[in-house]
């Protein structure tokens, strides 16, 4: 009796004195306390790879902004300073400032004119009416601005789960802590009472230094999971996009038990990367049409008004020219059909690939159920063994107090307990990342 009320004093005390050395230690540090919720808010709307994906959004949109023109008039103004004398070009000046006379005609002005300016205000318009091609490529610029919104979508969906992720190696980290901290304590109490028997005669040298090597190597698993806890911090700083550097606490990670059916979850062709690969199709079909559009004829019209005058800045005389254009490119050298055919395959290749896509995600979410079904289990096996290991270091505590089992076995114990503990919290983390993952492999895009 005498020796179970001395153990349990020494655990008391160890514990007292490593609760006040974590206490210095958190003073050190910046903590800040951090939901699951609030990390993910965050991530969504600071995470560079999103922003990224909404500026390749923003161009694709301003892309489709310019086939606009297809409709719209060009206009263009210019002002044109000229002299020359070029007898062509000098009497066609004076035809255009209308300034002709009787001694212009005079054969010898005519061959030799003297220098002739010319200054040309000249307003032009151009009215695009029917061009069949220009109009399917307009088709497939929206479509291409579709396929950016929806890979912005399927990014948020990524960063979504990377934070998840990444918040439960978190909570995982603190578990690990906890339990190796118990295991410390243990191992501490046992070290001062091996000590303290040795010093009485009582046991071997070998007993205390089975358990100051028993120390050391918990107090560096120890230290690795403290640093865990800093590098987990630091990744979920940088999915926020803030300043690393904090140390976050987190909320208590929740048991994943149920088992999951395989043909209970499938996934969904309304899946945003889906989308965005079938609206990648689609644009394909227009740039096709437009490439056999191209064989057609187009029409457009066309106009401008001009003032000219010897003069700077003088705006003597005045004309306008307006008319329709019928153009059509018989034989381009086979270059059209050509490119219709490197557009079809390409076309073709992004069906396989869509296909492609869709049969590994399949297989993928496949085994992350299963995955999942097993990491369930395993906490339930884990659950039994941790009562087990629990029950056996308390019966090894109870003979070692009265002599009846060495160090080794007592510290073997300890041991095989947190071990077990830890597996379980590591069985936790791959059920609640891998219902994470199906989540996101099943996701479904909802505008």
Do not use: C
């Not at 079809?344 to 085994?367: A, C, F, P, Y």
């Amino acid at each position: 009796m005498h020796r179970k009320r001395y153990f349990k004093l020494l655990l008391t005390s160890t514990l007292f004195l490593s609760v006040l050395s974590l206490e210095r230690v958190s003073a050190q540090e910046t903590t800040k306390f951090l939901s699951l919720t609030d990390a993910i808010t965050n991530s969504l709307q600071n995470n560079q790879s999103v922003q990224l994906a909404q500026q390749d959004e923003k161009i694709a949109a301003s892309k489709y902004n310019q086939t606009q023109a297809i409709y719209l008039p060009q206009v263009g103004f210019s002002y044109t300073a000229m002299s020359t004398n070029n007898p062509l070009n000098a009497f066609g000046f004076k035809l255009q400032q209308k300034s002709i006379t009787m001694n212009d005609f005079n054969p010898d002005l005519l061959n030799h004119p003297n220098g002739t300016p010319d200054f040309t205000t000249k307003l032009e318009v151009m009215q695009p009416i029917i061009n069949m091609d220009l109009w399917y490529q307009k088709k497939a610029a929206e479509k291409q601005t579709q396929i950016y919104q929806f890979q912005t979508e399927r990014t948020k969906e990524y960063i979504r789960f990377e934070v998840q992720k990444a918040y439960l190696q978190l909570a995982f980290a603190y578990d690990a802590v906890k339990v190796l901290e118990e295991a410390n304590k243990t191992s501490l109490a046992v070290n001062k009472y091996a000590a303290d028997h040795f010093a009485q005669g009582l046991i071997q040298k070998s007993d205390v230094l089975n358990t100051e090597v028993h120390i050391k190597m918990v107090e560096s698993n120890l230290a690795k999971a403290h640093s865990n806890i800093k590098n987990a911090s630091d990744y979920l700083s940088f999915f926020m996009h803030v300043s690393a550097g904090v140390v976050y606490t987190v909320e208590s990670a929740k048991n994943g038990n149920s088992s999951t059916s395989e043909t209970s979850i499938q996934l969904t062709d309304n899946r945003s990367d889906f989308l965005a690969m079938q609206k990648a199709i689609e644009a394909s079909d227009y740039a096709i049409t437009s490439s056999k559009k191209s064989y057609l004829p187009k029409l457009n019209a066309f106009g401008s008004y001009q003032l000219n005058d010897s003069r700077m800045l003088g705006f003597g005389a005045n004309a306008y020219l307006a008319g329709l254009q019928l153009s059509w490119d018989i034989f381009s050298g086979n270059r059209t059909k050509n490119t219709i055919t490197t557009q079809t395959l390409e076309r073709n290749k992004l069906k396989d690939q869509l296909t492609q896509t869709k049969d590994q995600s399949q297989v993928e979410l496949s085994k992350a159920l299963r995955d999942l079904n097993d990491a369930n289990f395993e906490m339930k096996q884990q659950d039994k063994a941790i009562e087990q290991a629990a029950e056996s270091l308390r019966i090894l505590q109870n003979r070692y107090e009265q002599g009846l089992a060495n160090t080794t076995d007592l510290l073997m114990a300890t041991t095989q307990l947190s071990q077990q503990q830890l597996s379980k919290a590591q069985a936790q983390l791959t059920s609640n990342i891998t219902r994470a993952y199906i989540q996101f492999l099943t996701s479904s895009f909802n505008k």
